[in-house]
């Protein structure tokens, strides 16, 4: 119903339209500190379903993850992705919902994971979603992954009751697909991002991911690399980064501007993975790296121990140099841009924000340069559909709903 006036007719079908739902501002107000929001995602390896009320209590989330279909491979096959998703789409949202205690007919709207990710995978969520908004007659919201990503962290400090932030917000978006610098903002409950920085070649979880099973060590190989750093001397190998030209040359034209000075801050990770490339060739550790990768498989769960066991000094000591030099690159190009543009807030995001060595690189710069840096929680920095529902509420407070022929986009970008 298309409203008009107050106390006057509706315009499309001529009913009289009542005096409280006339104030559509209140009346919206009202509706949407309730709203249930079903959030889907299915971008990558994790067939993910959650419920968020009110853009700021998550009531429940489950996460399939897909490790072990893709483990034996040492990286995601799509159409493997593709088959569990169709598997597991179904009882995953049957778990969140039976978490909550909450039924279909509950939900106030259905969002999904629209892209970026894998086309097949963010097919089956997007037909999932689709089928279930046009059965439930319910509203569909397109969700942009790493949109998802970034909400990740402001429904963790809205969770915590820290719901204002100090702008200009920077966000750091860092996963197995994606490195990201975003500037944020929020007009009339609106978000808007702004690219300034994004890599030019691997993601820095892919380089994480290559360089595990470059040396023999499993899949996903940020977590593993993560746990084993410590065990190495992290300034034992040297590695540099391209100098990346930070102007950028086709930005839109903003107020006190030119056109070209918009300074970026670019990333570039496959040359590390090259570099660990010569290291092992120059070093000639092919062979105990063929007989690490056979006695990992046949260890479940390894432990540290295990890790230890099978790793030399030599090992452990690239596995840490590599971390810190990725950890290194990634706060100082971040902190920088914050720099440039005077950022108060922080948001460091995605599944490499899980790393330890990240978190504390960036908890020890921040403080110095008066930036306040927050992070998700390490269950919520990498997929999960919470994320998916809570960057949803916004949509749906400004009801900006999907229509059945929404798609997937494999190379959605995010403005
Ligand atoms: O956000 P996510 O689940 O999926 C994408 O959107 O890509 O991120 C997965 C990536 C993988 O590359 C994984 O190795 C990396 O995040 N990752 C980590 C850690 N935990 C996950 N990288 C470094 N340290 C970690 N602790
Ligand atoms: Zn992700």
Redesign the pocket.
Known sequence: MALGAQNSECLQCGLTVHEDIVDRRRYSLDVDKNALILGIES??D?TAAAIVRGGEELISSVVASQIATHSPYGGVVPELASREHLRNLVPVTRAALAKAGLTYADMSAIAVTNGPGLAGALLTGVSFAKSLAWALEKPLIAVN?IEG?IHAVLLEQRQKGNGVLDFPVLALVV????THLFLAEEIDGVWHYENIGHTRDD?A??A??KTAKLLGLGY????I??RISRFGDPKAVKFTFAQLKHIARNQPKRAGRMEEDRKRFDFSYSGIKTAVLRYVETHDMFASIEARRNALLQIASPTDEDFQRLCDRRTLDLVASFQAAVVGDLTSRTMSACEEYNVQTLLVT???A???A?RASFEQRSPRSGVRVHFPSRVM???NAAMIAAAAYSKWVSRDFAGLELSAEANLQLR
Not at 175 to 178: D, K, L, Q, V
Request: proline content about 7%; charged content about 15%; some cysteine.
């Open positions: 971008s990558c994790e992954h990503h996963s197995g697909g994606h993601a979880g892919e994480f991911d996903p190989g940020g977590p690399i993560d995605g599944g490499v899980a790393n330890s990240l920095s990498t997929d």
